[in-house]
């Protein structure tokens, strides 16, 4: 009985922890926008397979943070990268952004076929709002996803321009 109770006392102290030693970049907004205290748009793109990569976008309010971890082969090995960093995200932007973002569409489109689990890629968008995440993998099959094509391309732009350098900390 003994042995059971240590190791889960072990795993809730491990996880208390890891809540307490929290990040202190702030994904939310605390200003309140169409009626939300906080909203967060996420875009991922992942490449499956033994040379895969993962990009990750969070856009808020406040801040863009940007991160992307990718594989290479360099005889013999293979190495890993990772790029990550943070912007304050220009005004202009997410005005775009919240324009074109509608949450009814958005809850309607529904996933497509997952391509990581063949080596191909997957596609994921998200979005928080008030601390309620709504996703979806592939859906840009999905008529409602064509609905909202400017927003996602707007999105997808921006992980381009970190991914290509344009976009730096400031």
């Known amino acids: 009985m003994k042995k059971i109770i240590y190791p889960n006392l072990l795993l809730i102290l491990v996880g208390i922890l890891f809540l307490s ?6 994904f939310f907004s605390t200003v309140i926008i169409k009626g939300y205290e906080s909203l967060t748009f996420g875009y991922q793109y992942v490449v499956g397979g033994r040379l895969g990569s ?3 976008l969070k856009i808020n309010a406040d801040t863009t943070h940007y991160y992307k971890r990718s ?3 360099q005889s013999p090995e293979i190495k890993t990268y990772t790029y990550e960093t943070t912007i304050k ?12 973002f509608d949450l009814e569409t958005f809850k309607r489109i529904r996933s497509g076929r997952c391509g990581t689990c063949v080596d191909a890629s997957d596609e994921i968008f998200s979005v928080i709002i008030d601390g309620v995440i709504y996703s979806f993998t592939n859906g840009y099959d999905d008529w409602n996803y064509q609905e909202m094509k400017d927003f996602f391309d707007s999105v997808k732009k921006i992980s381009a321009e970190f991914s290509n350098g344009n ?4």
């Open 21 to 26: 030693c929290s990040s202190t970049t702030n």
């Open 54 to 56: 993962n990009t990750s």
């Open 71 to 73: 594989r290479v082969l």
């Open 89 to 100: 995200t220009p005004d202009e932007q997410w005005s775009y952004l919240i324009k074109k």
């Open 167 to 170: 976009l730096t900390d400031r």
